[in-house]
């Protein structure tokens, strides 16, 4: 049996395997949410529920490294640090958006199936 559909192999050594991981954690994806405009480093984490300072500092790094933030130093005393969001992490807000309202459309229904499962797995 042929097909004509391309099969897709997800290899260890391509290039979108880091990039996905760092875009689709969950405080990447959240704090992108939080840069409705530019930011100062506590205002972020107030927004962000749970956040540690060191986990913070990390992903607005790797955000910066992978050019979805910029990080501008601010000429105040003491030094600010304002984040925001470049025009190539503005272009995930829609996809974001997408996702974000699906998991509120459907959390209903997988908060059950857990529970389902969970019932029928602990006997």
């Not at 005393?77 to 272009?91: F, H, K, M, N, R």
Request: hydrophobic share 35%; net charge positive; aromatic share 8%.
């Amino acid at each position: 049996m042929t097909s004509s559909q391309p099969v897709f192999v997800y290899r260890a050594d391509c290039p979108s395997r880091p990039i996905l991981d760092q875009i689709a954690d969950k405080w990447s994806m959240m704090i992108m949410a939080v840069l409705d405009r530019p930011r100062r480093f506590n205002d972020i984490k107030r927004h962000l529920e749970g956040v540690t300072q060191r986990v913070l500092t990390q992903t607005l790094r790797r955000l910066e490294r992978n050019g979805m933030i910029t990080r501008r130093v601010l000429p105040t005393s003491p030094i600010g640090v304002e984040y925001a969001l470049t025009p190539l992490g503005e272009s995930l807000r829609e996809p974001f958006g997408h996702l974000y309202t699906w998991t509120v459309t459907n959390a209903d229904e997988i908060q059950a199936r857990q529970r389902d499962y969970d019932q029928r797995t602990q006997g």
